[in-house]
């Protein structure tokens, strides 16, 4: 759970309308939907590398031409108008400033806040309180049982969708706990278990993570000297028994995920107080430590009671429950049970997996953990960083990044002024299981904001913005096993041996394409355009019928077109999973009798779409699947059917894998399908990317079958200010370049922003790897 913003604590669309407009995709074939003619391998030792970015100046010697592209923002208001989260104020008994408490998604559109410290009342509290996402309101929840005691800085994890599992933080007397506290949400009643096991130590400002059936805790602090932990340890929730510490990364304030059977740790603060942008793995598989259940041992209790008293300030303790400004009492009259011991600060041996690491250091698309309240929350394999607004930054200078964690490779998703609202300072973040959507919660940074009073800012949850992360390309945690990175490979071969079935797709896949006669049941045929076509003389076809196929005659292919090879399919299959096909076939056209369906697509895309209908992924099932082989070309035109018959799970895989993969071969095809699709999002970011190569872009296959329209429309993204300079003119401004860098006289204002421009493409260009090196 990321930690929230104090002076002390800052380190922590589907648019299916018609395509009918459009005369046809770059690939060959028309934008409308066919109708019947009837109507790294890791060191034992922890390492850690650099990245690094080195900005060269241009090079004069294969061209007398360069290019500038102000790197500003573009100027088509109608990519403009894409996504923006929502802003929604909260009512009921909104929380008071906490800081340091634990805010949760648990399912079923609520959202549960506990704990934390009120910095103006200097309070900790140990309420529970919950945000119904569908009325927005705040209300406290009357809790029983084993109440715990007041805390803050701990972690409240979601487990089985019904209880959260808090653990850790410290108290009032910032004595630092290490029990572990059950919530049932069902019937808010509070539990401790009893645990066996060597009892980790008392800390705060660490990460909790669950992994089958595990709570993982990492790092953290602890100590009268707040020294910074950097152990790894679990707690099987089977059998409630502590695992042993292993020595991992001194980290607090941090966020820990599991992906790929590999523990990340990003962000947060090092033992030198430092913020940090090091990103760190270590491998669980093939460690019989994390794969069996750790020895059941006593827990003496007794021995673990003696409490020394902190020489930091401590608050003073209640006699009687005391009233905040938020109307809520302090609970500090239940018993610690579980108070920690004074901890020697010992070193424990290190975590029996290999552990690597790696430092981003500058790139264009590495966002800097300097600047800005940061929140970083883990979705399909992907850290994602949320740059928000702070007192230094404002929403301009904001950002909403990914990290990779197979390619190791950041991008930027959108600017901070696409994301974030002026006015607003956000505290805490939380996202469902699923990965799809997360939540932002804070206040408007105007203390006179409307039903907030004076008092507005001290509101720190008074408003909440939810942000759908499908609209980005995110297709979930539930569908990480569709990467197609090697690290996942690697570790899916050394952990699994061939099974007998890898799955019902992967078995459906075997019939797919099979002539009836190998016995493989295929009972209807589809054909495509062929992979000999002419594609300038389809494009003319497509434009002379174009009139024809909007009104509805979507007869338009000429008859000397060559059509594909018959691609052998099952009737009900595509029954089942194509609702076009079935609402066909249950009128009875043309092809319920013929057997017959004629795709005037290319045929790798109408291959690929069929494939996705039998597998439910766009990759093959497995390396060497001779089956499907999907390029970024095809999947482009996937994403144009996904729109054409609304299938809204075809959309979400094609948009993440080619906002992942954009690259300078195929940026112009994802622009352009993302235009026919009505995917804004993707389609800015991909004409963003074709005008930063745009030298390149111009040059390549797919810029050159765009159509006439479409050339000129891409040419207008170039900025205003953009040109085409040479001779003198470009030595004046790479010699000013070298003068930034290695002295020379001052340059005048137009050509101090053009010689900014380009070195910011220099940047650009030499950041295809993010200025990245691993060792």
């Given at each position: 759970?990321a930690?929230?913003?104090t002076?002390a604590?800052?380190a922590?669309?589907a648019n299916t309308?018609s395509?009918?407009g459009?005369?046809?995709s ?9 109708t ?9 030792q922890?390492s850690?590398s650099?990245?690094t970015?080195s ?5 004069t ?5 360069t290019?500038?592209m ?5 100027k088509n208001p ?5 996504y ?7 009512l009921g008994?909104?929380p ?6 634990s805010v ?5 559109n ?7 410290f009120d910095?103006y009342?200097d309070?900790v509290y140990?309420?529970?309180?919950r945000?119904?996402l ?6 406290l929840?009357d ?13 409240a994890?979601?487990?089985?969708g019904?209880k959260?599992?808090v653990f850790?933080?410290?108290n009032e007397h910032r004595?630092?706990?290490s029990d572990l ?10 539990t401790?278990p009893q ?9 705060a ?6 992994h089958?059936?595990k ?5 953290g602090?602890?100590g009268?000297d707040?020294?910074?932990l950097?152990d ?7 059998t409630?028994?502590?695992s042993?510490?292993?020595?991992f990364?001194g980290?607090?304030d941090h966020?820990?995920n599991?992906?790929g059977e590999r523990v990340w740790?990003f962000?947060g603060?090092?033992e030198d107080?430092d913020k940090v942008s090091d990103?760190w793995?270590?491998?669980l598989?093939?460690s ?6 750790p ?6 209790r007794?021995s673990?009671?003696?409490?020394t008293a902190s ?9 009687s429950?005391?009233?905040g400004?938020?109307?809520y009492?302090?609970n ?8 920690p011991s004074?901890?020697i600060?010992?070193?424990?041996p290190?975590a ?6 790696l ?5 264009p698309?590495?966002p800097?953990q ?7 929350v883990?979705s ?5 960083d949320f740059?928000t607004p702070a ?5 301009k200078e ?9 390619a ?7 600017e901070?002024?696409e994301?974030?609202?002026?006015g607003?300072r956000w505290?805490?973040c939380t996202m ?20 907030l009073?004076?008092n507005?800012?001290?509101e720190?949850?008074s408003d909440?913005?939810?942000i ?6 995110f297709m979930?945690?539930k569908?990480t096993?569709?990467t ?6 690697v ?13 019902l797709?992967a ?6 394409n099979?002539p009836?006669e190998?016995g493989?049941g295929?009972?209807?045929i ?13 494009m ?15 007869t338009w292919?000429a008859?000397?077109v060559?059509t ?8 009900l299959?595509?029954q089942?999973r194509?609702?076009?096909?079935a609402?066909l ?5 043309a092809?319920?009798h013929?057997k017959k369906m ?14 996705y ?9 497995s390396?060497?699947d001779?089956?499907m082989t999907?390029d970024?070309?095809d999947?482009?035109?996937l994403?144009?059917?996904?729109n054409?018959y609304?299938i809204q799970?075809?959309r979400l895989?094609?948009?993440n894998?080619l906002?992942?993969?954009l690259d ?6 994802t622009w352009y399908?993302a ?7 993707l389609?800015k ?6 005008m930063t ?8 296959l797919?810029f050159?079958r765009?159509?006439?329209?479409a050339?000129?429309e ?5 900025d205003?200010e ?6 003198d003119?470009?030595?004046?401004i790479v ?11 001052p340059?005048s204002?137009r ?7 380009l070195?910011?493409l220099?940047d650009s ?7 990245m090196?691993?060792?």
């Amino acid at each position: 759970m990321a930690q929230p913003s104090t002076p002390a604590n800052n380190a922590n669309i589907a648019n299916t309308g018609s395509l009918a407009g459009a005369a046809m995709s770059i690939f060959g074939g028309p934008a409308n939907p066919p109708t019947t003619t009837n109507t790294t391998t890791t060191a034992q030792q922890p390492s850690s590398s650099s990245v690094t970015s080195s900005m060269t100046p241009a090079s004069t010697s294969s061209s007398n031409n360069t290019y500038i592209m102000p790197n500003s923002p573009l100027k088509n208001p109608a990519l403009m108008d894409g996504y923006r989260p929502k802003v929604t104020r909260t009512l009921g008994q909104r929380p008071a400033c906490l800081v340091n408490a634990s805010v949760t998604y648990c399912g079923n559109n609520q959202i549960y806040a506990f704990g934390g410290f009120d910095q103006y009342t200097d309070e900790v509290y140990n309420h529970v309180l919950r945000l119904d996402l569908v009325s927005h309101q705040w209300n406290l929840v009357d809790n029983y049982g084993d109440i715990p005691g007041v805390r803050m800085g701990h972690t409240a994890t979601l487990y089985k969708g019904d209880k959260l599992l808090v653990f850790g933080g410290e108290n009032e007397h910032r004595t630092y706990l290490s029990d572990l506290i059950i919530f049932d949400l069902k019937t808010a009643h509070w539990t401790q278990p009893q645990v066996t096991g060597p009892l980790p130590k008392g800390r705060a400002r660490h990460a909790a993570v669950l992994h089958e059936d595990k709570l993982f805790i990492v790092g953290g602090i602890t100590g009268h000297d707040n020294y910074v932990l950097d152990d790894i340890c679990y707690l099987d929730l089977k059998t409630f028994t502590w695992s042993r510490a292993w020595r991992f990364v001194g980290r607090f304030d941090h966020s820990a995920n599991i992906w790929g059977e590999r523990v990340w740790v990003f962000g947060g603060l090092s033992e030198d107080m430092d913020k940090v942008s090091d990103l760190w793995w270590l491998d669980l598989k093939g460690s019989p430590a994390f794969e069996s259940p750790p020895q059941t041992g006593s827990l003496d209790r007794a021995s673990l009671a003696r409490n020394t008293a902190s020489p930091r300030p401590s608050y003073p303790m209640p006699q009687s429950p005391v009233v905040g400004a938020s109307g809520y009492a302090a609970n500090s009259r239940t018993a610690q049970v579980n108070p920690p011991s004074f901890h020697i600060k010992t070193y424990a041996p290190p975590a029996p997996g290999a552990i690597s690491s790696l430092k981003f250091i500058s790139a264009p698309n590495v966002p800097s953990q300097m600047q800005g309240i940061h929140f970083h929350v883990y979705s399909s394999g992907t850290l994602l960083d949320f740059v928000t607004p702070a007192a230094t930054i404002t929403s301009k200078e904001c950002s909403l990044s990914a990290l990779d964690l197979g390619a190791l490779r950041w991008q930027k998703l959108a600017e901070g002024r696409e994301v974030f609202k002026s006015g607003y300072r956000w505290h805490y973040c939380t996202m469902n299981e699923d990965g799809t959507k997360a939540w932002l919660l804070g206040c408007p940074t105007d203390p006179t904001a409307a039903d907030l009073g004076a008092n507005g800012l001290e509101e720190y949850l008074s408003d909440i913005m939810e942000i759908d992360l499908r609209r980005y390309g995110f297709m979930g945690n539930k569908h990480t096993p569709e990467t197609r990175t090697d690290l996942v490979r690697v570790s899916s071969r050394a952990r699994h041996e061939e099974p007998p079935s890898k799955g019902l797709g992967a078995d459906l896949a075997k019939l797919f394409n099979q002539p009836p006669e190998t016995g493989s049941g295929t009972d209807f045929i589809i054909t495509a355009l062929s992979r000999d076509y002419d594609e300038d003389e389809i494009m003319g076809s497509a434009l002379v019928h174009a009139a024809d196929s909007i009104g509805g005659d979507h007869t338009w292919l000429a008859p000397d077109v060559p059509t594909s090879p018959p691609i052998h399919v099952h009737r009900l299959i595509l029954q089942a999973r194509w609702p076009h096909f079935a609402r066909l076939w249950s009128s009875q056209m043309a092809e319920f009798h013929t057997k017959k369906m004629h795709i005037p697509e290319p045929y790798s895309v109408v291959k690929a779409f069929l494939y996705y209908l039998y597998t439910d992924r766009i990759d093959p099932g497995s390396e060497g699947d001779e089956n499907m082989t999907a390029d970024l070309e095809d999947v482009a035109g996937l994403l144009v059917m996904s729109n054409i018959y609304n299938i809204q799970h075809l959309r979400l895989l094609c948009v993440n894998r080619l906002s992942k993969e954009l690259d300078v071969d195929h940026a112009c095809i994802t622009w352009y399908c993302a235009g026919l699709a009505g995917e804004e999002w993707l389609r800015k970011r991909a004409a963003s990317f074709c005008m930063t190569h745009w030298g390149r872009i111009v040059r390549t296959l797919g810029f050159q079958r765009l159509p006439r329209t479409a050339l000129v429309e891409l040419s207008q993204e170039i900025d205003m200010e953009g040109r085409v300079v040479g001779g003198d003119e470009l030595d004046m401004i790479v010699g000013g370049i070298d003068g930034r860098f290695g002295g020379g006289p001052p340059l005048s204002p137009r050509k101090q922003s053009m010689t900014s421009n380009l070195a910011n493409l220099i940047d650009s260009d030499n950041s295809d790897d993010d200025g990245m090196e691993m060792s």
